[in-house]
């Protein structure tokens, strides 16, 4: 069974510029969540999917940043436009069930990214 | 304020040194701990799921424990491919993480 699939693994961009992430959940997984972790902090949560609908959207830094889940399959991230404090590494995540009660999440490789 | 906070941050062993990771939180109506492992380029792993204090979970050479303020991860005499770094994580915001303990087993 694949995993949670992330692209592109690293990113280099200049700080105004656009990036897109994207993330391919287990397949028959509802649930699908975006964590960042930025330089020397814990990973920190920034939305949660269940299929096409915005579950929770609490941690989403600013306006900059667009999630969205097309037809509750594949999920992207879009940071327009990126600033320095954007570099990190952004995971995604799936679970069958609610996560916030069995903990169950599984996490994909990160995609790095790194604003110049 | 609810807060996750892992010690030591960094943790060097012999094979075979066995050893306690700590997590402390203080979070009130806790709905469950969660264990991960984080290999380097990789994303966290699920480990275990804790709900109530005094409860534990086994896994190989791991064992997890609860109690009304802590959960400790104990490492029974470890391997090299143990290193890795563990985070806990509580059911808040979503999911808040700690910040994790670095375990390095030298063979």
């Known amino acids: 069974e694949a995993g949670v699939t992330q692209f592109p693994s690293h990113s280099v961009i200049e700080k105004g510029q656009t990036v897109t992430l994207r993330c391919d959940p287990i397949?028959?997984?509802?649930?699908l969540y975006w964590y960042r972790r930025v330089m020397g902090k814990e990973i920190k949560f920034l939305l949660h999917?269940?299929?096409?609908?915005?579950?929770?959207e609490s941690g989403m830094p600013n306006n900059r940043f667009l999630a969205e889940r097309t037809g509750g399959t594949y999920s992207t991230l879009k940071v327009q436009p990126a600033e320095l404090e954007d570099s990190g590494v952004y995971f995604c995540?799936?679970?069958?069930?609610?996560?916030?009660?069995?903990?169950?999440?599984?996490f994909g490789e990160g995609s790095r990214l790194t604003v110049l | 304020e609810d807060q996750v906070t892992q010690s030591p941050e960094a943790l060097r062993l012999q094979e075979g040194e066995s050893s306690s990771l700590n997590c402390s939180y203080t979070?009130?109506?806790?709905?469950?701990l969660f264990w991960y492992r984080q290999d380097p380029g990789k994303g966290p792993e699920f480990l275990f799921t804790?709900?109530?204090a005094g409860e534990e979970k086994e896994k190989e050479r791991l064992k997890a424990t609860l109690t009304k303020k802590e959960s400790f991860l104990h490492i029974t005499a470890p391997k090299p491919e143990d290193s890795a770094t563990y985070l806990c994580?509580?059911?808040?915001?979503?999911?808040?993480f700690g910040a994790g303990t670095r375990l390095t087993v030298k063979p």
């Open positions: 979070v009130s109506g806790l709905r469950g």
């Open positions: 804790l709900y109530s």
């Open positions: 999917f269940v299929k096409e609908s915005k579950q929770d």
């Open positions: 397949s028959g997984h509802d649930n």
């Open positions: 995540a799936s679970s069958q069930g609610d996560s916030g009660r069995t903990g169950e999440l599984f």
């Open positions: 994580a509580v059911p808040i915001d979503d999911m808040r």
